[in-house]
Each structure stands twice: as C-alpha cells, then as structure tokens.
C-alpha cells in the first residue's frame, strides 16, 4: 500500500468477515500518519460507527481528557482499532439501542490485516493497546491487562507495545473515588508511552550521527 488514504479506501469496501453486513460503515484509523505512537482499541462503537471516526463517542472524550492531562495531541497520534466494524445486538429490552458485543477471536484475526498494513506504513515508536482485544490483536497472543500492564512488551513485528485498559472500562466504574484513580493510572500509563517513545527517538538520532 502507498498510503494511509489508500489502505483506508480498500478497507471501506472490507468483507472478510460477517460485521459488515450490520455495521454502517468502515471506521478506520485517523491521525498523523507518521506518528511515534499509536494508540489501538477494540473496535468502534455506536457514535463512532455512525460518525466514520473512531474514538469520538463518551470512551473517546475521556481518552481526549487523559491525552491532555499526559502531555499529549491526539493530532500528534495516530488511532485505530483492532476490528474496523461495529459488532451490536439489538436491546433485548425493546428499545432502539444498539448493544456492543466483544468481537471474536476469528473476527480480530480477519481484520488483522488492515491492522498490520496501518503499522507498517506509519511504523511508530510504541503502539498503546486499549484493551485486551486491542493487545490480542498486535501481540497476535491472549495476554491479560494484569500481567501485561506496565511492562514494555515487543510484537511479533517488533513494535514496542504497551498494554493499558481501554477508556470504556473506566466508564463502568461506579465509585467516583475509584474511577478517578484508575483515570490517573490510565494517564500514567500514557506518559509513559511518551517517555519510551521519546527514548526511542533520541537513541535513533545518536545512531545515525555516530
């Protein structure tokens, strides 16, 4: 593929596996698209999948919020997700909500192409997986958020990777107390993808003037 634009255009078309068929659209990654770091989650939700943009729904601002708090742009990033289509069922309550369902492991297999095509264009300095379908995904392994979380990991194409929760989980915390420290955790672990990304490129830039 010659470009981002490119390998989205391809992926607007995508049926390789089911979701298609009940998903609006194809939301693709957005961002720079040679950005040090890349921010990976599970799969669009129902804003997302109604806007084409990922990361824009409640999940989306609460990640906005813990970027800024880290010293970060999102424009300076490049974000995605694992599985590029919605995966919902109907509320079985009778209302018109559209209930999101964890994508299967043949589903995040299926879209791992366009996943592998995105890091190989922009090949940045850490990739961030939100979540453990995210870090399934780029780690092409089961791994847990417990025993990954705040180790530098490499993925089997030699990304450095960090494992963090995905924002939406933090949603779900009931207890403020609780869920603002597990938002300072969160953010925490966004400085230090900066911090490895930094690293990463100074050392690069010692390299080539030696």
Same mark, same amino acid.
């Given at each position: 593929?010659?470009?981002?634009?490119?390998?989205?255009?391809? +992926?607007?078309?995508?049926?390789?596996?089911?979701?298609?068929?009940?998903?609006?659209?194809?939301?693709?990654?957005?961002?720079?698209?040679?950005?040090?770091?890349?921010?990976?989650?599970?799969?669009?939700?129902?804003?997302?999948?109604?806007?084409?943009?990922?990361?824009?729904?409640?999940?989306?601002?609460?990640?906005?919020?813990?970027?800024?708090?880290?010293?970060?742009?999102?424009?300076?990033?490049?974000?995605?997700? +694992?599985?590029?289509?919605?995966?919902?069922?109907?509320?079985?309550?009778?209302?018109?909500?559209?209930?999101?369902?964890?994508?299967?492991?043949?589903?995040?297999?299926?879209?791992?192409?366009?996943?592998?095509?995105?890091?190989?264009?922009?090949?940045?300095?850490?990739?961030?997986?939100?979540?453990?379908?995210?870090?399934?995904?780029?780690?092409?392994? +089961?791994?847990?958020?417990?025993?990954?979380?705040?180790?530098?990991?490499?993925?089997?194409?030699?990304?450095?990777?960090?494992?963090?929760?995905?924002?939406?989980?933090?949603?779900?915390?009931?207890?403020?107390?609780?869920?603002?420290?597990?938002?300072?955790?969160?953010?925490?672990?966004?400085?230090? +993808?900066?911090?490895?990304?930094?690293?990463?490129?100074?050392?690069?830039?010692?390299?080539?003037?030696?």
């Amino acid at each position: 593929m010659s470009s981002i634009t490119t390998l989205r255009r391809k +992926a607007a078309t995508c049926t390789a596996c089911p979701l298609y068929r009940h998903a609006t659209q194809t939301v693709f990654g957005e961002g720079d698209a040679h950005a040090a770091i890349v921010l990976v989650g599970e799969q669009p939700g129902n804003d997302e999948d109604l806007a084409g943009r990922p990361f824009v729904g409640p999940a989306g601002r609460l990640l906005d919020r813990a970027l800024e708090r880290a010293g970060l742009e999102r424009s300076s990033l490049y974000v995605t997700n +694992a599985v590029k289509h919605f995966k919902w069922s109907k509320d079985r309550g009778g209302g018109k909500r559209r209930i999101h369902e964890k994508p299967s492991a043949s589903e995040v297999e299926a879209c791992r192409p366009w996943l592998e095509q995105e890091l190989w264009l922009i090949r940045p300095q850490v990739v961030v997986c939100l979540g453990a379908t995210a870090a399934r995904s780029v780690l092409a392994r +089961a791994v847990t958020i417990t025993a990954s979380r705040g180790r530098l990991l490499t993925s089997p194409e030699g990304y450095r990777t960090l494992v963090t929760v995905h924002p939406s989980a933090l949603l779900r915390i009931p207890d403020p107390g609780d869920r603002e420290d597990a938002e300072e955790r969160f953010v925490q672990d966004l400085r230090a +993808a900066s911090r490895s990304a930094q690293h990463a490129i100074r050392a690069s830039e010692e390299k080539t003037t030696r």
